[in-house]
């Protein structure tokens, strides 16, 4: 069954971007707006940001927005956009402080101002020490993002359609964006969504790897439907392993515990930072930390020769640690039986955030291609987009911060936008390229592959080969075993024949993002030789300036993918070497 | 009933199959099964998988929809205790399902849906009634007087931001109000989790509309509902205090001001 919705704008996604957008689009008079969501709001990724989200407030020592942006171009290797990131970091400021008279309960200093703490790759004076830039609700600051966000879209009446599927994008015969097709997970009905504004504001796909912080819910569906409407994918080859996740499962441990004095020890004991960031030592950026617990591993150094090392915290004091890392005390409790206060975590690298997406213009307008064309009604921000203000390695509380900042201003674009932009008719049937893929799906006879062996494959050789350091032979294995996964995914048959919520046949679809994603984010790290933030080539381990200051832009055309790239924008801060 | 099935291992986090077969053990799960569409009655089906002590029950439970039967639906998403999807009945009691390990529930394990909310399938109620209850008090903040004419953020008290500190962690799961006897009693009761998100307003000393809503919960069906029977506090998955914060909503209704003394815990939870 089909139904048809007609609104002006449409943001799909309820996280932390999503909703932020959705509270300014509900503050102009006469817009219709409404957000599509596969969770219930409140149940989105944002909710897991622990550590605390940075501007320069100088509420308790100097700081500046300058600094806060040479640490982010450093932070990116010189491969973010700098009039993006100066943007960002300037209004980092009056929209932290927005949040706060929105109701955010920010911890607080002794003189009752937004309390902030010290964050990997945050320095005063370009980079001379860590400063205390991260402003922070106890270790809960995303949880704290989120509920204040959906409590503002409460107050101000935001219409949500929660537990709906996004599957496709709906592009108007004249190329502009009007609408998008959703699945409603409780009936399996199918729904048009007719508008002349669409943000998408999906999240991130850390399901790709097999050690990751992200939730289940994490499959990139907005990115991969970008891709398969010819959208290119900026930058894919860049993506953060977060240093500190616990050992095994993947939970992030937030650098607050750094922050907050935290030290990352070997099997010998050694504080082994020292020797691979001699200034700011544990609380060097996420790369470099996750590259060297790594090579302590690799060189045996792992705690009783596993693939672990220790963050201990064990010297902070319970004081600090029930006070300011509640949430890190009771997951270290909970799924490893340990007390943080008396012994230290075993932690390992964990795949965490995506810095590549759907390319924007720093209003959040999606781009076609390398020359920034804009695609006329269609938006993107937060952990979807790539502006590029992470480049190739993000920051420490940047996520959130991106979050809100361009949130904001994908609203007030969107907004701006639908003032004047009439609503295109839409296309002929535009729900058949969506309802084709689920009839494919539901097609399938029984007795075919589970689709969750191709996702345990998947993500095995993604963990191996295009993880922490890469190399050529390996990542074209990975890109291989990934092609070859998925012709094996058309024999995927979904058991689940029903129409009544099933997620047996949205988490075959889910898996068919996560696949096209995979590959993309392998043929885009493949195919640049040389080593630049998150990116670590053992075979071509120097970052190269001269050939690779530039964007990657994959487009898939006819089913083959397209490699072009587009200039880094550099204003103030001339590449240098990256040294903590 | 079906026949109790083996189930091949998968690894939650992708294919460490071989180190669970060496140090895992058999875990019957009995689940709650019922599609209305299908179904005339719910019925209970048995399942046996392979798990390590240290596994989540949420893991359990993926094994059986991956490798199993994938029709049996739930809710769940970030798997460590966040976002509150997958709050259900694990032997009785409320749990989120990727909160409680193996090694805590034994070997045979009853799963079923959170109680006094319409099942649409399986373990997966109907949540829109929770969440009516939680918009009913007002869950935002309100102030209307200008913000600081410095353009920077209203100040607040170590002090002060303490008093509603435990109530911000609530993630809506819905634990505490299923868990509720005088909510299964009267559905139209406002219940725990709404309260818990009232008294996070109420407290917060930025806020000005804390009689409003004080009226909102003196209705027959707010606070006077609650018999103080503390199932909700032993539910709740984030330890949050909620009888004692119920508590502090009904003084405040009694004293007709939220001016009341609140008192601290051992530590302080503000930065």
């Given at each position: 069954m089909i139904h048809t919705h007609t609104y002006d704008a449409l943001v799909v996604g309820g996280g932390g971007a999503g909703m932020m957008s959705a509270i300014y689009l509900s503050r102009t008079p006469g817009l219709r707006t409404a957000v599509i969501s596969k969770l219930y709001p409140t149940r989105s990724h944002t909710g897991a940001a622990q550590g605390g989200v940075c501007a320069a407030l100088a509420n308790l020592e100097e700081d500046h927005p300058e600094w806060h942006a040479f640490d982010t171009v450093k932070g990116s290797d010189y491969l973010g956009d700098q009039d993006a990131i100066a943007a960002m970091c300037e209004e980092a400021i009056p929209v932290i402080i927005e949040l706060e008279h929105m109701g955010l309960p920010f911890s607080r200093t002794p003189d009752g101002k937004i309390a902030q703490r010290p964050f990997g790759g945050h320095t005063h004076h370009f980079g001379q020490g860590p400063v205390r830039r991260s402003c922070y609700a106890a270790d809960r600051t995303g949880h704290m993002i989120l509920q204040t966000l959906y409590q503002n879209c409460i107050k101000g009446g935001v219409e949500f359609f929660d537990e709906f599927q996004v599957m496709d994008v709906i592009l108007a015969d004249d190329g502009r964006c009007c609408g998008c097709i959703a699945y409603e997970v409780a009936t399996g009905d199918l729904h048009i969504f007719h508008a002349k504004a669409v943000e998408f504001a999906t999240g991130g796909f850390?399901?790709?790897?097999?050690?990751?912080?992200?939730?289940?819910?994490?499959?990139g569906d907005g990115v991969a439907i970008a891709l398969r409407r010819g959208i290119p994918l900026e930058d894919m080859e860049f993506y953060q392993f977060h240093p500190t996740g616990i050992y095994r499962l993947g939970i992030l441990i937030t650098e607050g515990v750094r922050g907050e004095g935290g030290i990352l020890r070997n099997d010998h004991g050694e504080r082994f930072m020292e020797r691979y960031a001699p200034t700011m030592k544990d609380l060097a950026s996420r790369d470099v930390v996750s590259r060297a617990i790594s090579m302590e591993i690799r060189e045996g150094r792992g705690i009783n020769g596993k693939k672990m090392v220790y963050l201990d915290a064990t010297h902070l004091g319970a004081d600090v640690i029930e006070n300011k890392l509640p949430d890190i005390a009771d997951f270290c409790r909970t799924y490893l039986g340990i007390d943080p206060v008396k012994e230290p975590m075993p932690i390992q690298p964990t795949a965490h955030y995506a810095m590549g997406g759907i390319p924007t213009d720093a209003n959040c307008r999606v781009v076609r291609d390398v020359n920034n064309t804009v695609l006329p009604g269609m938006y993107a921000a937060g952990e979807t987009a790539c502006v590029s203000v992470h480049g190739a390695n993000r920051l420490g509380t940047n996520s959130l911060l991106d979050l809100v900042v361009f949130g904001r201003r994908g609203g007030l674009a969107m907004a701006e936008f639908c003032t004047t932009a009439d609503l295109p008719p839409l296309p002929k049937n535009p729900e058949a390229f969506a309802r084709e893929q689920l009839d494919r799906l539901l097609g399938v006879k029984g007795?075919?592959?589970?689709?969750a062996r191709i996702r345990d494959e998947m993500q095995d050789v993604m963990q191996d080969d295009v993880g922490i350091y890469r190399t050529g032979e390996g990542m074209a294995n990975a890109l291989a075993k990934v092609r070859e996964l998925k012709e094996r995914f058309k024999g995927v048959s979904v058991s689940d024949k029903g129409t009544r919520f099933n997620t047996d046949l949205l988490e075959a679809w889910e898996l068919a993002n996560l696949l096209d994603l995979a590959e993309v984010t392998a043929l885009s790290a493949v195919n640049r030789t040389e080593s630049r933030g998150a990116h670590m080539r053992e075979d071509y381990q120097s970052r190269d300036d001269a050939n690779w200051l530039k964007h990657t832009f994959v487009t898939q055309r006819d089913g083959e993918m397209d490699i072009t790239y587009k200039p880094v924008t550099i204003t103030q801060f001339q590449p240098k070497e990256r040294v903590y | 009933m079906a026949a109790p099935k083996t189930i091949k291992p998968s690894a939650g986090g992708g294919g460490k199959a071989a180190a669970k077969l060496a140090t895992g053990k058999r875990i019957v799960l009995r689940l709650y099964r019922f599609n209305p569409d299908v179904d005339e009655k719910p019925v209970y089906r048995e399942y046996t998988v392979t798990a390590d002590p240290t596994d989540r029950v949420l893991d359990a439970l993926n094994q059986v929809k991956w490798y199993?039967?994938?029709?049996?639906t739930y809710r769940r998403s970030c798997a460590h205790g966040i976002c509150g999807s997958d709050a259900m009945r694990i032997n009785g009691v409320n749990r989120l399902a990727c909160k409680v390990l193996i090694r805590d529930v034994g070997d045979h394990v009853t799963i079923e849906p959170l109680m006094g909310f319409r099942v649409i399938k399986d373990l997966v109620v109907d949540m829109e009634p929770f969440f009516a209850q939680y918009r009913s008090v007002l869950p935002f903040l309100i102030n209307d007087s200008p913000v600081p004419s410095t353009g920077r953020e209203r100040l607040q008290s170590v002090h002060d931001r303490e008093k509603f500190d435990d109530t911000t962690k609530c993630i809506l799961c819905a634990a505490c109000t299923t868990s509720c006897p005088s909510f299964w009693a009267d559905e139209n009761f406002v219940g725990p989790a709404a309260i818990v998100n009232a008294h996070r307003f109420i407290f917060d000393s930025r806020d000005t509309n804390a009689n409003e809503r004080l009226d909102i919960l003196n209705d027959r069906e707010g606070v006077w509902r609650c018999r103080t029977i503390f199932n909700c506090t032993e539910a709740c998955p984030r330890e949050i205090r909620i009888t004692k914060a119920i508590g502090e909503v009904k003084k405040a209704i009694l004293k007709g001001s939220r001016d009341i003394h609140i008192r601290q815990p051992a530590t302080s939870h503000a930065g």
């Open positions: 850390g399901r790709v790897w097999s050690i990751t912080s992200n939730a289940h819910a994490n499959t007795g075919g592959e589970p689709a | 199993e039967d994938g029709s049996l």
